[in-house]
């Protein structure tokens, strides 16, 4: 039966394709597709694990039976022989060995791809007592995940596709029978953490659905740059979505379509290929120089995740990178072939290949942003939860708290401005001493290798305004950096007391709010002021919504994902800033920003 589900459009276009479902469990389960030659490698992983908890449960009963009824009541050790049964079932095994076998499913994912298709089955029991045994089968996954835990195989960097056939009899694909066209996937996730997403990048997923987060959230900001449909928000997807369902994803209304009709698919597919021709004619801007009507050049940069994005980069007619976000190298390395963070010379060899993949373009690379907002590997890498985790130890703040990866990290970024210009960007700075600090550990990190006798480069230096208190002191930020760089996203979120991955308050979520807006004109006004550098970093820099209204203002700096910058360019080449000018000061003054900005 066909039924929509409703989110957040986050990265637009249309995706169609078989659901691969991301079961979310309450310990962290790796996601990533092995080398068929890993088939039995992971096989063996699960049965290693199977064997342990079996004997585990095994001990458990034999203490049980030394003590008395009181401590160990009979409920107890007839639990353990339920929980035995379970793991020996053979609906569990053999139903994870056919998501490693047939879909090339690490052994955690297959196993908790499995536990969600059984305990839908209990689900659906009528038995009041059966249906609550489903809390004894995640007991026992709970176990076997404990148990390979930290024996992940290295992750291959790109799945399979799936095959359909093309001779089915009644008319329904089979996406894993015989040969025949490419079946494209889709990913249905209760969500997704940076980690997992950097996986997901290098794969071939036309489109991905998650349950939480909102449009400037993290997930949100690596579907844009890997330029695929996505929808958030979309609240109970996970659960309502079966595996291998066919599923339409409209990134431009925000709706998932689960089981369209005949009818349906061929209108979506008709979209989607509209867009691929839309696509097309921007293509034709890639090596036009992005100059207005009135003769004002101005510069439309990427923002990258990994030194490879600069293919991308310089593929879309960027012309430098705005924003590399560095805390991506530090994600995603829980192997045991890899160490809990990159040494000096790892990062780099990083910044060096971002470097000489610009082709002598300039790199802004900001320093790590993790924290409690975006912990690396979906955990607080140690420090303290918080109930705030926005306003907690992150971005600058955890880099100060801990100077010897700060310097780490400083090292490598001089080392790599030997081989190209590199600007440093920093944070989430909201105070002088602050600034002070950071200044220091960059003379200390340049000192530390003049001591080793290291070439390094200069760098410009800059600091994001993502935060009030930082729009409103910028003349003391001015003293210390030579450019400035707008976060909109995080501006908007503090600005407005406003959680940006929460999908319960994300229609709050304002760019065009006027206190946002001046927050930004002012920023950009005082900069060309003073003649220091400023650009937009933020979604609204790759929003060709805002693309006249931040002409109008004055900037002449954009830094986005490189899947936007054509559309952006677009805009910029049928502005005239002499009539902008005073239409962005209307803006400004007008109670409904938005109204204007849609005209």
Not at 438 to 467: P, Q
Request: glycine letters at 8%; proline letters at 5%; one cysteine or more.
């Amino acid at each position: 039966m066909t039924f929509a589900v409703h989110g957040l459009p986050v990265a637009r276009g249309i995706a169609i394709g078989r659901a691969v479902l991301v079961v979310s469990s309450r310990i962290d389960v790796a996601h990533y597709f092995i080398k068929p030659e890993e088939v039995e490698t992971e096989i063996g992983r699960l049965r290693t694990a199977r064997k342990a908890v079996a004997e585990e449960l095994v001990k458990l009963q034999a203490n049980i039976a030394q003590m008395g009824p009181k401590e160990a009541p009979h409920e107890l050790s007839a639990l353990l022989e339920v929980h035995q049964m379970l793991l020996q079932d053979e609906a569990l095994s053999d139903g994870v060995k056919h998501w490693i076998t047939d879909r090339l499913y690490n052994a955690e994912w297959a196993l908790t791809t499995q536990l969600e298709i059984i305990a839908r089955q209990f689900d659906e029991m009528e038995d009041e007592y059966l249906r609550e045994r489903k809390a004894d089968l995640e007991q026992v996954v709970e176990r076997l995940l404990h148990r390979m835990k930290g024996t992940a195989a290295v992750l291959a960097p790109t799945p399979p596709r799936r095959k359909r056939s093309t001779g089915s009899d009644d008319g329904e694909d089979d996406p894993t029978a015989g040969d025949g066209v490419d079946v494209p996937l889709v990913l249905i996730a209760h969500d997704l953490s940076p980690a997992d997403m950097l996986q997901f990048k290098k794969s071939v997923f036309a489109g991905f659905v998650t349950d939480v987060g909102g449009r400037t959230s993290h997930t949100a900001i690596v579907a844009r740059s890997m330029d695929i449909p996505a929808v958030v928000g979309a609240r109970t997807a996970s659960q309502l979505v079966r595996q291998d369902d066919w599923v339409i994803i409209d990134g431009d209304a925000g709706v998932v379509i689960v089981d369209p009709s005949p009818i349906i698919l061929a209108e979506y597919g008709f979209k989607q290929r509209q867009g691929d021709l839309e696509r097309g004619r921007l293509s034709r801007l890639r090596h036009k120089p992005a100059v207005t009507l009135d003769g004002e050049r101005v510069d439309l940069l990427a923002n990258i995740e990994m030194p490879e994005d600069t293919l991308g980069a310089v593929k879309a007619g960027a012309v430098g990178v705005g924003l590399f976000r560095s805390e991506f190298l530090f994600m995603g390395r829980e192997t045991p072939r890899q160490t809990r963070l990159p040494d000096e010379e790892e990062q780099y060899q990083a910044y060096k290949r971002a470097v000489e993949g610009m082709q002598g373009m300039p790199v802004t690379i900001r320093t790590i942003d993790v924290g409690a907002d975006k912990p690396l590997d979906g955990k607080s890498a140690g420090k303290q939860e918080h109930l705030n985790p926005a306003l907690g130890l992150r971005a600058i703040r955890w880099s100060l708290a801990d100077p010897a990866m700060f310097l780490t990290q400083l090292r490598a970024i001089l080392r790599a401005a030997s081989h190209g210009e590199i600007h440093l960007l920093i944070p989430m700075l909201a105070h002088a001493s602050e600034i002070r600090q950071t200044l220091a550990l960059i003379d200390f990190a340049r000192a530390e290798l003049d001591n080793r006798g290291v070439v390094h480069g200069s760098v410009k230096l800059g600091a994001m305004i993502e935060i009030p208190a930082a729009a409103l002191t910028l003349k003391t930020f001015l003293k210390y950096f030579d450019f400035l760089s707008i976060g909109t996203n995080d501006l908007i979120q503090y600005t407005l007391a406003i959680d940006r991955t929460d999908e319960a308050v994300a229609h709050l979520y304002d760019p065009a709010h006027p206190a946002v807006l001046k927050l930004v004109a002012d920023t950009i006004a005082e900069c060309r002021r003073q003649g220091k550098g400023v650009s937009v970093c933020g979604e609204m820099a790759g929003d060709p919504l805002f693309t006249r209204l931040l002409l109008g203002l004055g900037l002449r700096s954009f830094s986005m994902h490189p899947s936007q910058i054509l559309t952006v360019k677009q805009e910029v080449l049928r502005a005239d800033t002499t009539k902008l000018v005073p239409w962005a000061q209307e803006v400004l003054e007008a109670d409904s920003p938005a109204a204007m900005l849609a005209r």
